[in-house]
């Protein structure tokens, strides 16, 4: 998966290979998890994202 250098994602602490768990505390297992809760979100939300990163879970917050 590439990322736009100039999205919002590119900002954040997520890299190649780290798998998304939860947006706002929702969990996330498929890729329709994903789409819907990301579906939900307004433009100037903050929002948690939580998500794998190898063996260690990490959670970070960003402005939609």
Known sequence: VDIDPNSPLA???????????HINGKPVKTTLDLRKAIY???????VEITYKSGQETKAFKTLI
């Open 11 to 21: 900002k954040t602490a997520l890299e190649v290979g780290d798998v998304i768990t």
């Open 40 to 46: 939900e979100l307004n433009k100037g939300e903050t």
